[in-house]
């Protein structure tokens, strides 16, 4: 079971152009696309959560089984739904702005302990910025590494949510120690303004970053460096991009029964190169439509055991 932890909300996609463009709702939130993403792929995962008792946060829930992920680790509130605003650009990439006072996924609590059978957890994005609920994720992060559970972090930074750079920054270094694997954007990195050797130093087994449509690298403990290019594909969005990279490493990773720090180092280049390749092409379909629709099994060629 692999498990991910963070925020689900709505995504306003505009329809169109101008400030005053049509918003349709899509359901997101990096988290929230992660495990969905896992679901369409086949792995069994559980999201664990706080969401709205309103219609959003039903339709959230929908999502979520419809996808095949196990909702029992899902807490509810009276609170609204998070919301998002998307902004497009012409190469399809995408800001946001966001409402997230008063809401449902703020108030989550670390639960007792984790679902049965748990062999990976994935944290990221807003969660673990806007308090309570980033405390909260913190301490479920730091508990499941000391029980030797895999943990993956792709900070998948909002800076407009963040009043505090410096002490994020500070926050995010003291999550190292904690973090098996770490996923992160180029212009992430750039933001951080570290590199991913000291970032190695200081706990994670490999380093994941993600170059748009130039493609992946890999860095490992031992010093290695593996690379794969992007997918080519007509881009309609990058919506969910990210999110899809992490699913589909987690998901590769456990087919080769390689959910361990030390396994990473063990992968190897021929290894490391079957996996951004399989993520590459996840993400390449999800680009290819509107809004957060990571691919089926059925549509990618599934990562061979």
């Known amino acids: 079971m692999i498990v991910v932890a963070g925020e689900a909300l709505i995504d306003l996609v505009p329809q169109g152009t101008g400030a005053l463009a049509p918003l349709r709702p899509a359901l997101g939130g990096g988290p929230y696309n992660t495990a ?6 086949g792995s069994p995962t559980a999201f664990c959560s706080r969401t709205s008792l309103d219609a959003f946060g039903e339709a959230l829930l929908d999502g979520l089984r419809e996808a095949g992920v196990d909702v029992s680790a899902v807490q509810r509130g009276p609170e609204p739904t ?6 497009v650009d012409d ?3 995408a800001a946001y702005s966001f409402y997230v006072d008063g809401t449902a996924d703020r108030l989550f609590s670390a639960p007792a302990e984790l ?4 062999r990976a957890v994935s944290f990221g994005t807003c969660s673990l910025v806007l308090e309570p609920g980033a405390s909260a994720y913190e301490q479920l992060m730091r508990r499941a590494a000391a029980q030797g559970v895999f ?7 909002r800076a407009g949510l963040i009043p505090d750079a410096d002490g994020y920054r500070a926050r ?3 999550w190292l120690p904690s973090v098996s694997l770490l996923k992160l954007s180029e212009e992430d990195a750039a933001w951080l303004g570290g590199t991913p050797r000291e970032w190695l130093a200081a706990g994670p087994a490999a380093v994941v970053v993600t170059r748009g449509g130039d493609g992946l690298t890999a860095y490992t403990r031992d010093g290695a460096v593996h690379s794969v290019p992007g997918e080519a594909v007509e881009v309609v969005d990058t919506i969910g991009a990210g999110d899809t990279v992490n699913a589909a490493l987690l998901h590769g990773l456990a087919a080769q029964d390689a959910l361990a720090a030390d396994a990473l180092v063990g992968l190897g280049a021929e290894g490391w190169t079957r996996l951004l390749g399989f993520a590459a092409r996840a993400a390449a379909i999800t680009c290819s439509r509107a ?3 990571p691919p089926y099994a059925s549509e990618v060629v599934d990562f061979p055991g």
Do not use: C, H, Q, Y
């Not at 679902?115 to 748990?118: D, G, I, K, L």
């Open 36 to 41: 969905v993403a896992l679901g369409r792929l």
């Open 82 to 87: 998070t919301l998002a605003v998307a902004i």
């Open 91 to 93: 190469k399809g990439s």
């Open 115 to 118: 679902p049965e059978r748990t």
């Open 151 to 157: 943990t993956a972090l792709d900070p998948n930074i």
């Open 172 to 174: 995010f270094e003291s």
């Open 291 to 293: 809004g957060a629709e």
